[in-house]
């Protein structure tokens, strides 16, 4: 997902064509990218527990980036009947995630389902290598029938070539001109945050559903604490043994898919050392007697989170990179309403 290596030294071969007029396919990447971006917002809105202060001062430094950033995918745009899928589930996640309601079991599948399609869709257009240095989405991406023989091995992705895809990615959500003034407010958003609300960002990452109790405020989206993985080895270790050879390579078939969601280009090699250190995760918590395990149970489960989905690296602009997503403003207004509206009501004056 995103890395957040936000670096100025931005240099005169980095600098591509516009990114305004777009092919379908094109805008196919632009508007999941976007909508990602956007859900991310709204689990971090919902799990830092914003203050009205606080929601009013980061509207603010949002609406200073907006009017600077590039325009952002317009929901009417033209994508394709797969993408089109993806992104009526996802404006139906918003809506929950913008009311505060829990996410209700049938949208969950449906929006785990639309991811899978984003990265299938994603997959099919990376070329085998970038053509050279740039920002533009053709330099990494293909129209989809162009790159179909190469899609079973995707880019690999040297350090190289990560830096250059996450600053297309940051300037395709922001724009030149956004991504400088992005760095310049990070202080202040920094300044806006309690301690714990900072830390939230040290793993975090691209979220579209809030997997943790919300009601912790310092797990907000994808928090630390690895609490689907335990579960999954909770699961794991009541599995008869006579099941186990099949149900394990059933698990780790489905832990291909997720590699696959977290990170559309994962190479073959790459999904056989996750699919092996993961099953390596699994037999360990099984030959455990139940003491052991309770011991061992959060190593094995951050081993499992670790390597299906690695942690991102530390940034300076984490937070106002999220925080301050475009079109965040109309989001944090959204949210102040909800505030507004379930404040408790002052006392009566004498």
């Given at each position: 997902m995103l890395?957040l290596f936000?670096?100025?030294?931005?240099?005169?071969a980095?600098?591509s064509p516009s990114l305004a007029?777009r092919p379908?396919w094109?805008?196919?990447?632009?508007?999941?990218?976007?909508?990602?971006g956007?859900?991310s917002l709204?689990?971090?809105i919902?799990?830092l527990?914003?203050?009205?202060?606080q929601?009013t001062?980061?509207?603010?430094?949002?609406?200073w980036?907006?009017?600077?950033?590039?325009?952002?995918?317009s929901p009417q745009?033209?994508?394709?009947?797969?993408?089109?899928?993806?992104?009526k589930t996802y404006?139906?996640?918003?809506d929950?995630?913008?009311?505060g309601?829990?996410v209700?079991p049938?949208?969950?599948?449906?929006?785990?389902?639309?991811?899978?399609?984003?990265?299938?869709?994603?997959?099919?257009?990376?070329?085998?290598?970038?053509?050279?240095?740039?920002?533009?989405?053709?330099?990494?991406h293909t129209?989809?029938?162009a790159v179909?023989?190469?899609?079973?091995a995707?880019?690999?992705m040297t350090e190289?070539v990560?830096?250059?895809?996450?600053?297309g990615?940051?300037?395709?959500d922001?724009?030149?001109a956004?991504l400088?003034l992005?760095?310049r407010?990070?202080?202040?958003?920094?300044?806006?945050?309690?301690d714990?609300q900072?830390?939230?960002?040290?793993?975090f990452?691209?979220?579209?559903?809030?997997p943790?109790?919300?009601?912790d405020?310092?797990?907000?989206g994808?928090?630390?604490f690895?609490?689907?993985?335990?579960?999954?080895?909770?699961k794991v270790?009541d599995?008869p043994?006579a099941?186990?050879?099949?149900s394990?390579?059933?698990?780790?078939r489905?832990?291909d898919?997720?590699?696959e969601?977290?990170?559309p280009?994962?190479?073959a090699?790459?999904k056989?050392?996750i699919?092996?250190?993961v099953g390596?995760a699994?037999?360990?918590?099984r030959?455990?007697?139940?003491?052991?395990?309770e011991?061992e149970?959060?190593?094995?489960?951050?081993?499992?989170?670790d390597t299906?989905?690695p942690?991102?690296?530390?940034?300076?602009?984490r937070?106002a990179?999220?925080?301050?997503?475009p079109?965040?403003s109309?989001?944090?207004?959204?949210?102040?309403?909800?505030?507004?509206?379930?404040?408790p009501?002052?006392p009566?004056?004498?």
């Amino acid at each position: 997902m995103l890395r957040l290596f936000l670096t100025l030294g931005l240099t005169a071969a980095l600098v591509s064509p516009s990114l305004a007029a777009r092919p379908t396919w094109e805008e196919d990447l632009g508007q999941v990218d976007y909508l990602v971006g956007q859900l991310s917002l709204i689990n971090l809105i919902n799990g830092l527990h914003l203050t009205a202060e606080q929601a009013t001062r980061l509207r603010d430094l949002a609406k200073w980036i907006e009017a600077v950033a590039g325009s952002t995918p317009s929901p009417q745009a033209k994508v394709s009947p797969e993408i089109e899928q993806v992104r009526k589930t996802y404006f139906e996640l918003s809506d929950v995630l913008m009311r505060g309601d829990t996410v209700p079991p049938d949208l969950e599948r449906r929006v785990i389902e639309a991811r899978a399609i984003q990265a299938k869709v994603v997959r099919s257009t990376l070329r085998p290598q970038p053509q050279g240095r740039g920002v533009h989405c053709s330099n990494c991406h293909t129209e989809p029938p162009a790159v179909a023989a190469a899609t079973a091995a995707p880019m690999t992705m040297t350090e190289t070539v990560r830096r250059d895809t996450d600053m297309g990615h940051y300037v395709g959500d922001y724009g030149w001109a956004g991504l400088i003034l992005l760095v310049r407010l990070s202080p202040k958003v920094e300044a806006t945050l309690t301690d714990a609300q900072k830390s939230v960002f040290g793993n975090f990452a691209c979220c579209l559903m809030p997997p943790q109790d919300m009601g912790d405020p310092v797990r907000a989206g994808q928090a630390d604490f690895p609490g689907k993985e335990l579960e999954l080895l909770r699961k794991v270790r009541d599995i008869p043994a006579a099941e186990w050879p099949d149900s394990r390579a059933g698990i780790l078939r489905g832990v291909d898919a997720v590699a696959e969601m977290v990170s559309p280009g994962v190479t073959a090699d790459k999904k056989a050392d996750i699919r092996r250190t993961v099953g390596e995760a699994m037999d360990r918590a099984r030959k455990l007697d139940d003491t052991s395990f309770e011991l061992e149970k959060d190593t094995l489960a951050r081993t499992v989170k670790d390597t299906v989905q690695p942690p991102q690296p530390d940034s300076p602009n984490r937070a106002a990179y999220f925080l301050l997503f475009p079109g965040a403003s109309k989001i944090y207004t959204q949210y102040l309403d909800r505030l507004s509206k379930t404040e408790p009501a002052k006392p009566a004056g004498p």
